[in-house]
């Protein structure tokens, strides 16, 4: 199994334009989850997934962000416009049953 | 929603000694407590999580106990090496499911040869 993968590994992008954020979950995983790293806020949780419907988004920062699942062996986080402060490591983790996450390597993103 | 305080922010240690990393919880009904690794410029990776029916778990060097009552639970690293140096997280799932994970601040444990 390859885990959870993630791209880009790095994305540098200028302010105001839109980034996608791509994740393949672990196969048979049914839940999934996207978490965003920074030194300030350690890891916040923006949004999981369940079977591929959206069950809590409370953490999503603000509309610029939105997030896709549309089917069980893909999601995207975009956000459109990008600001500075979005810049962080974004993790995919997916989970099944009664086990713990498994995360991605994580995108690491810049803002300039 | 639930809360999850992690001390301490940093520990410090010598190869050999023992170090412990405490966590207290604010849901009453989060039932599922993992704790994980995160090396410099790495992904978080497990390496241990209790369950609420149980008190205590052990897995080699490591363990981990859980107080109910008090709402905390604890990591504990015996004859600590220099490759244990990495960021630690511990974790709760609130509400009673085994769904989202809320997170501790960390705790950045440095072994020292």
């Known amino acids: 199994d390859a885990g959870v993968i993630q791209s880009p590994r790095h994305e540098v992008t200028e302010m105001g334009q839109e980034v996608t954020l791509r994740c393949k979950p672990i196969s048979g995983h049914d839940y999934l989850f996207w978490y965003r790293q920074t030194m300030m806020r350690g890891l916040e949780l923006l949004i999981y997934f369940n079977n591929n419907v959206p069950i809590d988004d409370s953490g999503m920062p603000e509309d610029r962000f939105s997030a896709k699942m549309p089917n069980a062996s893909f999601s995207t986080l975009k956000i459109q416009p990008s600001e500075p402060r979005d810049s962080a490591v974004y993790f995919c983790?997916?989970?099944?049953?009664?086990?713990?996450?498994?995360f991605g390597s994580g995108t690491r993103l810049t803002v300039v | 929603g639930e809360n999850v305080e992690q001390h301490p922010s940093t520990l410090s240690v010598q190869e050999g000694d023992s170090a412990v990393i405490k966590c207290t919880y604010s849901d009453s009904a989060s039932n599922y407590f993992p704790w994980y690794k995160q090396e410099l410029g790495k992904r978080p990776q497990l390496i241990i999580d209790?369950?609420?029916?149980?008190g205590e778990k052990k897995d080699q060097r490591i363990a981990v106990t859980l107080n109910k009552t008090a709402k905390h639970f604890s990591l504990h690293i015996t004859e600590t090496q220099p490759e244990d140096s990495a960021v630690y997280f511990c974790?709760?799932?609130?509400?009673?499911?085994?769904?989202?994970?809320?997170f501790g601040a960390g705790t950045r444990l440095a072994v020292h040869p």
């Open positions: 209790i369950r609420s029916n149980v």
């Open positions: 974790a709760a799932s609130p509400s009673g499911g085994y769904n989202k994970l809320i």
């Open positions: 983790a997916s989970r099944g049953g009664h086990h713990g996450y498994t």
